[in-house]
């Protein structure tokens, strides 16, 4: 059984920096996709950035120039720097594990992040 657990987010000012942090337990780390997601009220989960088992990277308008995803398989973790936050970044972020590439994926609780002044 995968165990997704997320961490690190929290209220942060604008303009300010957070790091989630990803572990999984109980899967393949190596071989899965890593994917962050983001979730606010009432709407769905929506990409924020993935890294594939060999380190190609896709960011989507969310992540894109000021989040940095990136992955340590010696630990099972993947992390989201976030910088230069937005209000608008506002919303519960949530990991996903992927493997193989053809299943619905494991996901954990997530992490709230909220940004504000």
Known sequence: QV??????GGLV????SLRLTCVVSGGRFGHAAMG????????????VARITSGGNIVYTDYGNGRFTI?????????????????????ALYLC???FPWNTPG???????VTVSS
Not at 3 to 8: A, F, K, L, N, R
Not at 13 to 16: L, M, N
Not at 106 to 112: L, V
């Open 96 to 98: 996903q594990y992927r």
């Open 13 to 16: 000012q604008p303009g300010g």
């Open 3 to 8: 165990q997704v657990v997320e961490s690190g």
């Open 70 to 90: 990136s992955r340590d398989n010696s630990k099972n973790t993947v992390y989201l720097q976030m910088d230069n936050l937005k209000p608008e970044d506002t």
């Open 36 to 47: 962050w997601f983001r979730q606010t009220p009432g709407n769905e989960r929506e990409l």
């Open 106 to 112: 494991d996901w954990g609780q997530g992490t709230q």
